[in-house]
């Protein structure tokens, strides 16, 4: 009896050292020789049978990227005849420098910054028209409407733009709605100039806006037409934009 146990804990022995050194064995080959396309373990098939799917996960899914849309900048004011002219000769002399250019290679970033320029002088001497503006410009609460001098004058001119048209005739219609009331026409200029000259000008501004006006409507009105010149301006006139502003036509209905 004694001797079959010493041989059971002998066997037990051989098969114990024997496993680990196979083991071993295993472990070592695998370090150095791995399987260039392993497959995963029976516990990796078997995990994602256990786990729920989650609501509304799509991994397949990508984000989307929201995209701004430029917005194209409009053209507050017509081009006066000075400034027209000045453009003009600033393209001509791009336009030169730009044929001038030896090497367009080497000079690539320069001949880009001449395109540029060029570009946005030649998008001022042709501005997209503008459409004449939906909202109404006489209401019952509001009985004024304020318009900039150079959509309706050329610089420094008594004289409607033919773009003044479908301004003027909107403003007509609106009038229609409002018979036998005065309406008063308040033209303003900037401070560049003389006074006196500025205050013949709006003068000249507001008489010829009231006889557009007069002539689509008819009888029926009343005209107050006055030219006060540099004399009510808005902002100081200090900067181009203050210029700008202060150049305008008030026509209110009394």
């Known amino acids: 009896m004694l001797r079959f146990l010493l041989v059971f804990i002998f066997r037990l022995l051989l098969v114990a050292v024997g496993g680990g050194l196979a083991a071993l ?18 516990i990796a098939h078997l995990l994602p049978s256990l786990d729920p799917p989650v609501a509304g996960s799509n991994p397949a899914a990508s984000p989307t990227l929201a995209t701004e849309t430029a917005t194209p900048v409009e053209s507050t004011s017509q081009l006066g005849e000075a400034e027209q002219e000045e453009l003009e000769a600033e393209l001509k002399q791009l336009q030169a420098q730009l044929k001038k250019l030896p090497n367009r290679r080497a000079n690539r970033q320069k001949i880009a910054q001449l395109n540029q320029q060029i570009a946005e002088i030649e998008q001022q001497l042709n501005p997209e028209p503008s ?39 909107k403003i007509a219609s609106e009038l229609k709605n409002y018979p036998k009331t005065t309406v008063r026409i308040w033209a303003h200029t900037d401070g560049a100039g003389q006074a006196r000259n500025n205050r013949i000008l709006s003068f000249r501004q507001a008489q010829a806006i009231a006889q557009y006006l007069s002539s689509a409507l008819g009888d029926g009105y009343h005209w107050l037409v006055v030219g006060y010149g540099e004399t009510r301006p808005l902002v100081p006139n200090d900067t181009p934009v203050n210029l700008q502003r202060n150049r305008r036509i008030e026509i209110a209905i009394e």
């Open 131 to 169: 459409p004449v503006a939906s909202t109404p410009f006489f209401s019952p609460e509001q009985k004024t409407a304020t318009l900039p001098s150079d959509a309706l004058f050329a610089d420094t001119s008594g004289d409607l733009r033919p773009e003044a048209g479908p301004i003027l005739d």
């Open 25 to 42: 064995a295993g472990v070592a080959i695998a370090i150095r020789s791995p399987n260039p396309t392993p497959e995963k373990p029976l």
